[in-house]
């Protein structure tokens, strides 16, 4: 059951008024619901993700309780932590994550003018002639 | 601490000997200009004289210099050494090295020059208890002289008590005794007044905390001036007499 | 662990501190700020022990030995160290005072300091990075830092900030931080601690504090909740407010929005100079 581990790209932002810890539950957690993370993938280690990401290690460990508790992620004692994918918990959680893009996108296309016709004749299009941008799963941005 | 502070003693010691350069200076000049026939021996016992006298107050005068110049101070007090172990590691080498020196005046210079082994102690323990109380090493010059000043007329009447108290004049002893009093009136309030600033000493600005330092030194040796103008008359008769 | 109990200091004839007190726990990482001048340098060099207390106590974990500072990394806000000497000789300087049998030159090394260099030749950044490779070598159980971290350029700073992190991770080491950028060091802080007029005016989580300090934008005045400041627009006005527990936010008219912790201190500070 030997994986590579997948690249998080990800940069906690300072700016931001999220506390880090939510911002990185919230990354690893689309990264699993998004279906980038698969199960059995394992996680960076609490020592690189707090190197990597500069933050305190008792963030890390918080951010991969929680999400134990919470039921995305298990641990192997000694072995690090592996991603479980509750297809019960998941699939809800990834068609809410699915409707609010698109309707994000239905407003912004909205405010520009363009009406619903328009809108599924230029998805049509583009899922036809298979524009989806291959590896586009990799990026976890919020 | 103490093999950077014993580096530290040596370099003060050769920029001491720099005054050693007058003795060939002399030399010249009295070969060259004065034309008074001093013997070398001479030239030489005054410029050893010269170096000891110097190097006994700047080593005292500059043992805090290396902080001072580097901005070490708050290095210095973060490190796990206590107060008396840093004055102890600063004091000790430079003591030490004057002791050395002072002995072998003996050698160069003639056996008479023990019996004043106490100036030397006075004029470098009297720096070393100013060098925080002035800035500059002129400043504790100044003060240096000052002690220096009071030394005679303290022995004076010290001299004249301790006979008084049954201690036989001229003895070699009784000098020497009368000397180390001296010496011990005027840097135990200097002392004490440098140790209770010194144990509080705050990083920065030296220059404000002084008010301890004054406030025990100044009435100190008011009281010590005044002891002395006391019994200065007497002592000057009972010197005359003798 | 640092205990302060009781602690009064003054300098010359300002009072600092009176009868102040501040448990900080092993293993904390706390920031402590507030405006310049109101105490945070003197307070970290109280618990270093370069300065001592006019009155009162600090304590430590009683493992740290007879003399704490044995175990306390300080770095000051002006990096003091014997800047005549070389790092070669400082190095030896310090691991003789410190009875250190060796000494890890390895981050001087990497950021190419060369040891036959006087301290004082080297840049702020490389000076940084010095002090805190010989505060390292003591192992310390407690660190406190004082206000460098932005001082120093981009890369370096990066290099500071992991080797905190690496220290974190092999120890609980209790870290002081003293700061009034928080960019960088936000995410290593648990504790903020805002001092004015020599008192605690603000001791919170990190994120009880960010949960607790919002913006309120309106038209109206939220008097039920206390302002730490506002800014006044032509037809709006924000509130800086604090605490924002969620029973009051439902009587809010208005926007609530979030605040990094750059803007919640600097509402904090701000109240103090309206």
């Excluded at chain 2, 010496?183 to 010194?198: K, Q, S, V």
């Excluded at chain 3, 001791?203 to 607790?212: P, R, V, W």
Aim: net charge positive; with cysteine.
């Amino acid at each position: 059951m030997f994986r590579s581990k997948k690249i998080l790209n990800f940069k906690v932002d300072a700016k931001s008024a999220i506390p880090a810890y939510e911002q990185i539950k919230r990354a690893v957690k689309l990264a699993i619901i998004s279906g980038y993370l698969e199960e059995g993938d394992q996680l960076m280690s609490l020592r690189e993700l707090a190197l990597k990401l500069a933050v305190n290690p008792n963030t890390i460990i918080k951010v991969y309780d929680q999400l134990e508790t919470e039921g995305f992620i298990y641990s192997r004692p000694g072995a690090g932590y592996y991603v479980k994918v509750d297809q019960a918990k998941i699939l809800p959680r990834r068609h809410d994550l699915f409707q609010e893009i698109t309707r994000e996108y239905i407003s912004k296309a909205l405010q520009l003018g363009y009406s619903g016709e328009d809108m599924s004749k230029e998805i049509s299009n583009l899922t036809s002639e298979n524009m989806l941008i291959p590896g586009r799963k990799d990026r976890t941005d919020d | 601490m103490l093999k950077k502070e014993c580096l530290e003693a040596i370099k003060k010691l050769l920029e001491s000997l720099l005054i050693l350069i007058v003795i060939p200076l002399a030399i010249v000049w009295d070969k060259l200009v004065a034309h008074n026939g001093w013997p070398y021996a001479d030239i030489f016992k005054g410029g050893y004289i010269a170096t000891l006298v110097i190097y006994a107050v700047y080593a005292g005068a500059t043992i805090f210099l290396p902080e001072r110049r580097d901005r070490a101070f708050e290095y210095l007090f973060s490190l796990p050494l206590t107060r008396s172990q840093i004055v102890m590691a600063k004091v000790l080498p430079r003591f030490v090295i004057l002791v050395i020196l002072f002995l072998l005046s003996a050698v160069f210079i003639g056996h008479g020059v023990l019996a004043s082994g106490i100036i030397f102690i006075l004029l470098f323990f009297g720096a070393a208890s100013l060098s925080i109380a002035v800035n500059s090493i002129i400043l504790n010059l100044v003060g240096v002289s000052f002690l220096f000043a009071a030394f005679q007329p303290c022995f004076n009447v010290l001299s004249y008590l301790l006979s008084k108290l049954g201690l036989k004049f001229p003895s070699v002893l009784a000098f020497i005794f009368a000397q180390l009093c001296s010496a011990l009136l005027l840097l135990i309030p200097l002392w004490l007044a440098f140790w209770l600033t010194f144990k509080k000493l705050d990083v920065k600005p030296i220059r404000l905390q002084m008010k301890t330092y004054y406030s025990i030194l100044l009435p100190s040796l008011a009281g010590l001036a005044a002891f002395i103008l006391l019994f200065y008359k007497k002592s000057m008769s009972w010197i005359i007499a003798r | 662990m640092i205990e302060i109990e009781g602690l009064s200091f003054s300098y010359g004839k300002t009072m600092i501190f009176r009868d102040f007190s501040l448990r900080i726990p092993k293993g904390q990482v706390c920031l402590i700020t507030g405006i310049n001048g109101v105490g945070k340098s003197t307070l970290l060099r109280l618990m270093a022990g370069v300065l001592r207390p006019a009155k009162g106590e600090i304590r430590f974990d009683p493992n740290m030995g007879a003399d704490p500072r044995a175990k306390i990394g300080f770095i000051s806000d002006v990096l003091s160290l014997y800047e005549s000497l070389t790092i070669a000789q400082a190095i030896d300087f310090h691991k003789s005072v410190y009875a250190l049998p060796s000494f890890d030159d390895s981050l001087i090394r990497h950021t190419k300091i060369g040891h036959d260099k006087k301290i004082k030749e080297l840049s702020t950044g490389q000076r940084t990075i010095f002090h805190l490779s010989l505060v390292l070598s003591i192992e310390p159980e407690i660190l406190l830092i004082d206000e460098i971290i932005h001082s120093i350029d981009a890369y370096l700073r990066k290099v500071f900030l992991e080797q905190i992190v690496q220290l974190l991770l092999k120890r609980p080491v209790t870290v002081v931080m003293v700061n009034v950028n928080f960019h960088d060091i936000e995410h290593l802080v648990e504790r903020v601690i805002l001092l004015k007029s020599g008192e605690i005016a603000v001791d919170e989580n990190i994120e009880e504090l960010k949960a607790k300090v919002k913006k309120i934008i309106s038209g109206s005045r939220p008097e039920f909740l206390n302002i730490l400041s506002q800014i006044d627009y032509s037809d709006h006005s924000e509130f800086y407010v604090y605490p924002c527990t969620d029973d009051l936010k439902e009587k809010i008219e208005g926007e609530i929005v979030d605040l990094n912790l750059t803007e919640i201190v600097s509402a904090f500070i701000g109240g103090e100079y309206a």
